[in-house]
């Protein structure tokens, strides 16, 4: 059914109104075989309206996504270098706390291996300096070698 | 009444809202435009925090790369009295912790103060456990402190540092600069909790670390110099002494040992006369030990020869003044070797008389007496050489033979290694190398040494000075090391009284090098008025201590056809 897309008109007294026409049964819809001048002109520009009153909100929805997806990013980013941030803040922190380590590790060795902590420690365990030194002379050589020279056993030796 | 429109109360509104808007963007307009300027700096004091980045102090290494001194980050107690509502309670819960007298605690608690140390320098699990507690008022901060792990070793050459970590005696001293470095700036964006603001404004000037120390000191052999001193003064009574030991191809100290010491770590402890490095702060007559230049100045003059003979008295006068031999002895012929070698004064004055006054202080100063030897250690001491023109008549003589002239250990040391060196005169040093913050080695410029006397000459003086360790009549045959030939000389000189005239007790002292016809190390050990006197007895047994143990610690060849049983070392074995 036809929707009667007009204004609604003024109601006239019913004097005024022209008499109505003879009421026809009109025939089906006939295709139309011979083009309407500007028809297709005004079919084009109804399909064009239908299609632009489909793309815009989709334009609108996407630059909307698009620059939410930027907003978001951004914001993820930042986030990021805070977190990267504290991060190598915490790293620094650790750094300098084994730097410390380090120092101090460094310094118990010292300590440990001082000439009088040295002394100590042997006298603790027994030791004593030696009463005489023994000296070799010449070359050292694995029995069986090549160059084995057989120094007699004591004669290279000197007390 | 009729009620008023819909549309007149929305007017209404519309109307007091833009008042309000209207009042706020007025207020918004004076604060960010009228007055940016005011609120950001007010701002920016808020959330920017300037912080000085301490710089690390440099260590000091010994030849082996071990350190001598080191800086550790401690943590002190601090407290803000003025927010401690109980003292006695906090220091009450504080005294266990930090070993601390309760009332100590309470009175600094108490004080009108907003700062107050309670305890410094403590370890990382200390200061955790006072962190622990929680106490309102109090707090931890980090301070670096200074360790000396070698404690008493080399500590008059290593120096000492103050609370504020600056040097104040020795190497410390001398190279402050260097090993504090420069400190830094970072300026940061802190919230209010004082956190770093991650993305906020920062700009960090990183601090330069200071500079490490490498030095020519050989921690064993300073060691036993050290060990050797504290049995000579023990075993002699001495007041005390020094040990030098020097490379005399380089002019590198290995040791340079003061008896008494001191430990850095416990300054306060310590009296100031034990910090000073008498190495090269206190002057000694040498006594016949300067002989050695009284006979190079004349072989190299051409005055006198090795080998020709001399009539010698066992006394001999000039003007007023007798000078004798220390021991009474009929007149003797002996050659220019053996006055050297039974240090004859007669003998060796007699020489001098040949070449003049002026030619022996040119060679004394040559030799280095009267100077500085430039290593530039705080309160080295010129010694003390009066110019010829103010020689007395008698001064020659005096001079001569050691006395009238006083000398520094190093002096006495650097003058034999000049012989040794065949000659040629050597700069004594301490510092091997620096290393700088990027872990670069820097190498001191080591200037080229004058010559002081020819090699011929040196070499004969040095076989002269071989027979007062070898000879049966040498004074120094103690000093002999079994499997080296040693060159040196004694001395006994008598101390002038400080502050009067006249003399009281001795300095007794060796110095000689070894091996002879190589020589490696120079060792020159002063005693400081030992019982008995005669360094021949005292000096000597020291010094043959400290170099066999060097040239055995630096596995330095024996002397070619020295074996262990020499000769030199029965008589040396018979001397003691």
């Known amino acids: 059914m036809a929707s009667a897309l007009v204004a609604?008109?003024?109601?006239?007294?019913?004097?005024?109104?022209?008499?109505?026409?003879?009421?026809?049964?009109?025939?089906?819809?006939?295709?139309?075989?011979?083009?309407?001048?500007?028809?297709?002109?005004?079919?084009?520009?109804?399909?064009?309206?239908?299609?632009?009153?489909?793309?815009?909100?989709?334009?609108?929805?996407?630059?909307?996504?698009?620059?939410?997806?930027?907003?978001?990013?951004?914001?993820?980013?930042?986030?990021?270098?805070?977190?990267?941030?504290?991060?190598?803040?915490?790293?620094?922190?650790?750094?300098?706390?084994?730097?410390?380590?380090?120092?101090?590790?460094?310094?118990?060795?010292?300590?440990?291996?001082?000439?009088?902590?040295?002394?100590?420690?042997?006298?603790?365990?027994?030791?004593?300096?030696?009463?005489?030194?023994?000296?070799?002379?010449?070359?050292?050589?694995?029995?069986?070698?090549?160059?084995?020279?057989?120094?007699?056993?004591?004669?290279?030796?000197?007390? | 009444m009729p009620r008023p429109k819909p549309h007149l109360r929305l007017l209404a509104l519309f109307v007091a809202m833009l008042l309000c808007s209207g009042v706020l963007a007025g207020r918004l307009f004076l604060l960010q435009v009228m007055d940016s300027g005011r609120m950001s700096a007010i701002a920016s004091d808020q959330r920017l925090r300037t912080l000085t980045l301490p710089a690390h102090r440099g260590s000091i290494l010994a030849s082996d790369g071990s350190e001598l001194a080191i800086t550790l980050e401690t943590h002190s107690v601090y407290a803000s009295p003025r927010e401690v509502s109980d003292p006695w309670s906090v220091a009450g819960a504080l005294s266990p912790v930090l070993g601390v007298d309760v009332s100590v605690l309470a009175d600094k608690l108490s004080a009108d103060s907003g700062f107050v140390y309670l305890a410094r320098w403590l370890e990382p699990e200390v200061a955790e456990k006072v962190q622990a507690l929680d106490l309102r008022g109090l707090g931890v901060v980090r301070e670096p402190k200074r360790?000396?792990?070698?404690?008493?070793?080399?500590?008059?050459?290593?120096?000492?540092?103050?609370?504020?970590?600056?040097?104040?005696?020795?190497?410390?001293?001398?190279?402050?600069?260097?090993?504090?470095?420069?400190?830094?700036?970072?300026?940061?964006?802190?919230?209010?909790?004082?956190?770093?603001?991650?993305?906020?404004?920062?700009s960090i000037e990183e601090a330069v670390q200071g500079n490490d120390l490498v030095l020519t000191l050989d921690r064993q052999i300073q060691y036993e110099a050290e060990a050797a001193l504290a049995r000579a003064v023990d075993r002699w009574n001495a007041r005390g002494g020094t040990i030098v030991v020097m490379d005399p191809r380089t002019g590198d100290l290995l040791a340079m040992a003061n008896n008494p010491n001191f430990d850095p770590n416990d300054i306060r402890s310590s009296k100031a006369s034990d910090r000073r490095n008498r190495a090269?702060?206190?002057?000694?007559?040498?006594g016949s030990v300067s002989k050695m230049i009284t006979a190079a100045a004349a072989l190299e003059k051409g005055v006198v020869a090795p080998d020709e003979i001399m009539r010698v008295e066992d006394s001999l006068r000039i003007g007023d003044k007798l000078f004798t031999d220390s021991h009474p002895h009929p007149a003797l012929n002996l050659s220019f070797a053996q006055v050297l070698q039974t240090s004859s004064n007669v003998g060796t004055i007699k020489v001098a008389e040949r070449m003049g006054r002026e030619t022996l202080h040119e060679y004394l100063v040559r030799f280095g007496f009267g100077s500085r030897t430039g290593l530039g250690l705080p309160g080295e001491s010129p010694g003390i050489l009066a110019a010829p023109e103010r020689w007395w008549r008698t001064s020659l003589g005096t001079i001569a033979i050691?006395?009238?002239?006083?000398?520094?250990?190093?002096?006495?040391a650097r003058s034999y290694a000049t012989l040794a060196n065949g000659g040629t005169a050597?700069?004594?040093?301490?510092?091997?190398?620096?290393?700088?913050?990027?872990?670069?080695?820097?190498?001191?410029?080591?200037?080229?040494?004058?010559?002081?006397?020819?090699?011929?000459?040196?070499?004969?003086?040095?076989?002269?000075?071989?027979?007062?360790?070898?000879?049966?009549?040498?004074?120094?045959?103690?000093?002999?090391?079994?499997g080296y030939h040693v060159a040196g000389?004694?001395?006994?000189?008598?101390?002038?009284?400080?502050?009067?005239?006249?003399?009281?007790?001795?300095?007794?002292?060796?110095?000689?090098f070894a091996p002879a016809e190589d020589p490696r190390l120079v060792v020159s050990v002063v005693l400081d008025d030992p019982v008995p006197f005669l360094s021949g007895e005292t000096a000597a047994v020291t010094f043959q201590e400290v170099m066999e143990f060097s040239l055995r610690r630096l596995a330095v060849e024996r002397s070619p056809g020295m074996s262990e049983r020499s000769p030199a070392v029965t008589a040396a074995s018979a001397g003691r």
């Open chain 2, 402 to 412: 050691g006395h009238g002239v006083a000398v520094t250990p190093l002096q006495l």
């Open chain 2, 280 to 286: 090269v702060t206190d002057v000694v007559e040498p």
């Open chain 1, 8 to 159: 609604p008109r003024r109601q006239e007294s019913v004097d005024e109104l022209p008499p109505r026409p003879e009421l026809s049964v009109v025939g089906g819809l006939r295709e139309r075989t011979h083009p309407v001048p500007g028809a297709e002109g005004r079919a084009r520009r109804r399909a064009n309206r239908k299609k632009v009153t489909h793309s815009r909100p989709l334009r609108v929805t996407t630059a909307a996504v698009l620059i939410a997806c930027v907003v978001f990013g951004l914001v993820l980013l930042h986030i990021h270098v805070a977190q990267t941030s504290f991060q190598i803040s915490d790293l620094q922190r650790h750094v300098a706390q084994m730097h410390s380590d380090n120092q101090r590790l460094r310094y118990e060795v010292a300590r440990a291996e001082s000439p009088e902590q040295i002394v100590e420690m042997s006298r603790v365990l027994g030791l004593v300096p030696p009463s005489d030194h023994l000296r070799l002379q010449g070359a050292v050589v694995p029995a069986g070698h090549p160059t084995d020279q057989s120094v007699p056993a004591g004669g290279s030796t000197s007390r």
């Open chain 2, 489 to 512: 000389k004694t001395g006994t000189a008598q101390k002038p009284k400080s502050g009067s005239a006249g003399y009281s007790g001795y300095i007794s002292s060796f110095v000689g």
């Open chain 2, 147 to 202: 360790h000396y792990p070698a404690g008493t070793l080399a500590s008059q050459v290593i120096g000492f540092v103050g609370d504020e970590n600056k040097g104040l005696g020795g190497l410390e001293s001398q190279y402050d600069s260097l090993l504090t470095g420069r400190p830094g700036r970072a300026v940061l964006e802190r919230d209010p909790s004082g956190r770093v603001i991650p993305v906020g404004v920062s």
């Open chain 2, 426 to 482: 050597v700069q004594p040093n301490l510092i091997r190398a620096t290393v700088d913050s990027s872990g670069n080695l820097h190498f001191p410029p080591s200037p080229a040494g004058e010559r002081v006397i020819e090699q011929d000459t040196a070499r004969a003086l040095t076989a002269m000075l071989v027979g007062v360790t070898e000879s049966s009549s040498g004074t120094g045959r103690a000093a002999a090391v079994p």
